[in-house]
């Protein structure tokens, strides 16, 4: 569906030069008496590079239509994962780079937010925070009292974190898929 730049929303998926891209931000610019436009970045669905793009208000641009779906995580298989759809329990594999930098987060019967586009699931997010066990962390040091002296720790996914001088093995920890970090223990 073909619409004018000037209906286009944060969050819409269109095609542009061929290529799909997600808005990621988009402003209105007017200048005095120079023509307005919108300033608008886009994030390629495939690549996940931000472009910035000018589209004058009257400009067309072609719209994709989204559906959005829960899939549970149920293994990895090579190079792809295996998606269970919780209503069928049909199951669909879809390659590793989908999951994107959340990849080190991701554990057996997670649910992922898939976008599917033409039948075919195009992106896949973790729930933003997720909840892990501590594998693998130095003990705390005695009578160290310097703040802000984090420590690295192996979680049960593999992937490695920050943590505060308290957490030990076996702790459960909430972390921020988004950007690696550590939230909180799990209560």
Known sequence: MSVKASELKKGQVILHEGTRYTIKDIQHVAKGNWRS???IKLKNFNTGQVIDQR??????????????????????????????????????????????DGMQFLKENFRLTCNIIDGQIVSADLPIVVELEVKDT?????????????????????AKIKVPPFVENGDRVRVDTRTGEYLERAK
Do not use: H, M
């Not at 989204?66 to 149920?74: I, M, N, P, S, W």
């Open 138 to 158: 130095p003990p705390a040091i005695k009578g160290a009292t310097a703040t802000n002296q984090n420590k690295e720790a192996i979680l049960e996914t593999g």
């Open 37 to 39: 436009y919108y300033q």
């Open 55 to 100: 589209f004058a208000v009257d400009d067309r641009v072609e719209t994709l239509f989204v559906q959005t779906k829960e899939f549970e995580y149920l293994y990895r298989d090579g190079d792809s994962l295996v998606l269970a759809d919780p209503e069928t329990y049909d199951q669909t594999p879809v390659p590793v780079d989908i999951v994107g």
